[in-house]
Structures are given as C-alpha cells and as structure tokens.
C-alpha cells in the first residue's frame, strides 16, 4: 500500500507544472485546459515583447551579480571558519543562516524600511542588495563542505617549497573548492533569479523582475502568455539543476566527513 501512496504522491508533484506547460501551447486567448488547439503563439509573443524582454534581462543580470558577490562573500566566511578557526565559527554560520529561518513576507517588510533609510527603494542596487543576503545561505553550505573536504597538508606542502601565500591559494587552495564554487555560483544565481515572495516588496515603476510580473500579470489577466513565461521558467530551471548535477554533482549541497 505504500508504495502505491509514494507513486502517487510522485505522480502528483509534477502534475501543476505540467498542466501550465501543456497550457502555454493553447490557441485559445485565455487559459484553459484541456487546450484548445495547439499554437506557439504565446511564445512568440513572450519573445516578441520589449517589455517582457527587458525584465527577463534585468532577473538574469540581477541573478548573475548577486550569484558572484554572494559566492565571493560565502568563500571569505568559509575560508574564515574552516581555515583561520575562527572563534565562535558556529554562531558566525548560524547569522549567515538566518535568511533560512526568517519568514520572507518578514523579510520583505524589514527590507522596505532599511533601503527607504538608505535611499534605495524600488532601485537596481537595493535589489542586489536583497538578493545576495537571500542567496548566501544556499552559497555558503557548498563552498564551506569543499573546504572541509580539501586537504590543508596539499597548501602546507607548498608553502614547504616556497611556494608564495597568493600563488598557493591560486595554484592550490582554489583549484581544490572549484566544485563547491560553481555549485555555489549556479544555485545561487537559480534561487536569485525564481526569487518573487521579497522582490516583489521592493520592486518600483524604473525596475522590475521576471518572476514579479508574472506574479502581476495572474493577479490582472489569465492571458496564456503566463503560462509560456512560466514554463520558459521551468525550462531554464531544470536546465541549471541539470548542469549542476553533471558538473559537480548535488551532493555537494550535503557535508560530509
């Protein structure tokens, strides 16, 4: 019986996506399913449009920035926590943490209030702000179980042979935790770039993001052109996800002695 109960549990999950994918090839003018012919029209139009090109350019650049200062910022924590035993490591991992633990709406709202302060509501800057805080904590837990992984006797080896300090992290030290940054670097720039539950608190009339203006337009129309952003973004997703697996592999996510 639990096998049947897991089957359907499995069979269940992927059903939502893949209604709204076979949705966007609708012919009709709103959505529906079962579909009414089939058409790649709305996607034409989702290519077609400036204004929803514009905000796929910004998400993916604001993914981009945000999934290179937060892997930059993670690796200097990690390198502090595992290398330098750092005193109180431990509370030091859990504040990186904390955007984990805290409810996003939360989030959201503390967000308003500190960048109105710093004169940075609704701007470009306020949002990678916000994205790096939200992304170090998926940044970090890759970088920081590569360096636990990688032998510091391989660094004191060539720091042995005169090696200098800056030509042992790059030749060494580096090279080492590679894994654990481009696994870094491409979580972060997926959870960057599906991020909707803050950005869309600090959004404004000069900046918008992919994931928000689908969120909008359900809110305003059932046009079928959702359902083709929306599984552009399950395509472009899943994609990464697979790269990430090829390329280093998902366990990386997971630390292990």
Do not use: N
Request: hydrophobic share 60%; proline share 5%; glycine share 6%.
């Amino acid at each position: 019986m639990s096998r049947y109960i897991a089957l359907a549990v499995l069979l269940f999950l992927p059903l939502p996506i893949v209604i709204v994918v076979l949705s966007s090839f609708t012919s009709a003018g709103y959505l529906s399913f079962p579909i009414k012919g089939v058409s790649l029209k709305w996607y034409a139009e989702f290519l077609g449009s400036a204004d929803w090109l514009k905000v796929l350019g910004t998400s993916a650049l604001l993914a981009l920035i945000g999934a290179f200062v937060s892997t930059a910022a993670s690796f200097a924590a990690a390198w502090a926590v595992v290398r330098h035993k750092m005193r109180f490591g431990t509370a030091y991992e859990t504040i990186l943490l904390t955007p984990l633990i805290f409810p996003h709406a939360a989030i959201g709202v503390i967000m308003i209030v500190t960048l109105s302060g710093l004169g940075w509501l609704g701007t470009f800057t306020g949002l990678v702000l916000v994205h790096c805080i939200l992304t170090i904590p998926y940044a970090y837990r890759p970088v920081v179980a590569a360096l636990r992984k990688a032998d510091p006797a391989l660094e004191e080896a060539a720091a042995s042979l005169g090696s200098r300090p800056w030509r042992t992290f790059w030749q060494v030290s580096l090279p080492a935790v590679r894994p654990g940054l481009v696994t870094s670097l491409l979580f972060s720039f997926i959870i960057s770039f599906d991020e909707v539950t803050v950005t869309m608190f600090l959004v404004g009339p000069f900046v918008m993001t992919l994931p928000v203006q689908v969120f909008s337009e359900v809110l305003e129309s059932a046009s079928p052109i959702i359902a083709a952003v929306s599984a552009a973004l399950v395509l472009f997703t899943s994609l990464m996800v697979f790269i990430l697996d090829k390329v280093v592999g998902i366990q990386f996510f997971v630390e292990r002695d």
